[in-house]
C-alpha cells in the first residue's frame, strides 16, 4: 500500500507540471516574443573618485572661501576622514544651508612654468581632499560630515562647490600607433604629475601646459612623445671605441694581412677616416618623434590641464612633450 501512495504522489505531480507546460506554451499562430539584449554603456576613462580627487593647477586667485575650523573629536584627532563631523566658519550669514554639499580643497603653492614654449607663472596647484555634506547650521558656524576623502582632512582645509565633471568615454579603437604623423595642432609639455611623480603610466593623473588659452576642452586626447634617442635616465656619451687607425694591431703570429679586429670603423673612400654612431646621429636627417603614450583632459584652467594617462607603450616622464589629436 505504501508503494502504490508513492507511485499516485508521482503521477499527481507529473500532471501538475505538464498542466503548467501548457498553460505557458505558446498557441498556435501566436507571435514570438523576442528579447532584446541589455544595452553595454560605454566604459569610462575614471571613476567618480579619480576625477574629483585629481587636483588642477588654477591661475587666478582663490576667493574668500569657508573653512574647517574644528572637529567634533580633534581633542585626539588632527586628520578626518570618511563620517566625520568637522566644524565650518560659517553660517546663515555667509549663506550657508543645510544639506550643502561641498568640495575639500588645499592649495599646495604656486607651479612655475619652465620650458621656453609656457615660461613663468602657470597657477597654483590646488589638492583635492574630498568631499562634506552640511547638516546643521548655526549663525556663523555649521556642522558637516565628511562623505569622502581622497587624503585626510586637516583643519584649515577650504570648501568650494563641487565641480561638475563627467569621465571621457574610454577609446576602443586598438593599440596606440607609435609611428603616427604629427596633428600639427598645439604642443604643449607634461609639466607635473599627482603626488610628486616623475615617472608615470597608465591611469596616472598628470598636468600639462595647456589650458583654455590654447583652446584646450575637457576631453580632448593627446599624444605624449618625446624627440627620438632622448628621456633616458643616464647618459652615455663615449659609446664605443674609435680608433684613428685601421692597422698595426695585428697579431705578430697571424698578421692577417695587417688587418686588426680592433680597428674601428670606417666612413670608407681612400683615407678610411673613421666614424662613430653620435656623428651619424648629427649628420642624419630629422627624425620621426618617440611616441611613448596618449592622455586625455579631464579638466582645464586658463593656462593648464588636468589629463589622465590612457594609454602608454613606454616609460612616461614629465618634461615629455604632448600635442593635440
Not at 102 to 113: H, Y
Not at 161 to 181: M, T
Not at 186 to 203: D, I, P, S
Not at 211 to 229: F, Q, S
Request: glycine share 10%; net charge positive.
Amino acid at each position: 500500500m505504501a508503494r502504490f501512495g508513492y507511485l499516485k504522489s508521482l503521477f499527481a505531480l507529473a500532471c501538475l507540471l505538464a498542466l503548467a507546460f501548457n498553460t505557458n506554451a505558446q498557441s498556435p499562430g501566436s507571435t514570438p516574443q523576442v528579447i532584446a539584449p541589455t544595452a553595454v554603456a560605454a566604459p569610462r576613462v575614471a571613476g567618480e573618485a579619480t576625477m574629483y580627487c585629481a587636483g588642477y593647477i588654477r591661475l587666478q586667485k582663490l576667493p574668500q572661501m569657508p573653512e574647517i575650523v574644528g572637529a567634533l573629536e580633534e581633542q585626539e584627532q588632527h586628520t578626518y576622514a570618511d563620517g566625520d563631523v568637522v566644524y565650518l566658519n560659517a553660517g546663515t550669514q555667509q549663506g550657508i544651508k543645510e544639506g550643502q554639499s561641498f568640495q575639500i580643497i588645499r592649495p599646495r603653492g604656486k607651479v612655475e612654468g619652465v620650458h621656453k614654449q609656457k615660461h613663468g607663472f602657470l597657477g597654483n596647484y590646488i589638492q583635492e581632499i574630498g568631499q562634506l555634506r552640511v547638516f546643521k547650521v548655526n549663525q556663523n558656524t555649521s556642522a558637516a560630515r565628511i562623505t569622502f576623502t581622497c587624503d585626510p582632512a586637516l583643519l584649515g582645509d577650504l570648501l568650494t562647490p563641487i565641480p561638475n565633471r563627467e569621465s571621457p568615454l574610454l577609446r576602443a579603437d586598438g593599440d596606440l600607433d607609435q609611428f603616427a604623423a604629427p596633428s600639427g595642432k598645439q604642443t604643449g609639455r607634461l609639466v607635473m604629475a599627482k603626488n610628486n611623480r616623475e615617472m608615470v603610466t597608465r591611469n596616472d593623473v598628470v598636468y600639462i601646459d595647456l589650458g583654455g588659452e590654447d583652446k584646450v576642452t575637457p576631453g580632448n586626447y593627446l599624444t605624449i612623445y618625446r624627440p627620438l634617442g632622448t628621456g633616458n635616465i643616464t647618459r652615455v656619451d663615449n659609446e664605443e671605441n674609435a680608433r684613428t687607425r685601421d692597422n698595426g694591431f695585428q697579431s705578430n703570429r697571424f698578421r692577417g694581412g695587417g688587418f686588426s679586429n680592433q680597428a674601428s670603423r670606417t666612413k670608407g673612400g681612400h683615407r678610411n677616416r673613421p666614424i662613430t654612431s653620435k656623428e651619424v646621429k648629427d649628420q642624419r636627417p630629422q627624425m620621426p618623434r618617440k611616441i611613448v603614450g596618449e592622455m586625455v583632459v579631464i579638466s582645464v584652467d586658463a593656462r593648464t590641464a588636468t589629463a589622465i594617462i590612457t594609454r602608454a607603450v613606454g616609460e612616461v616622464h614629465t618634461g615629455d612633450w604632448v600635442e593635440i589629436q
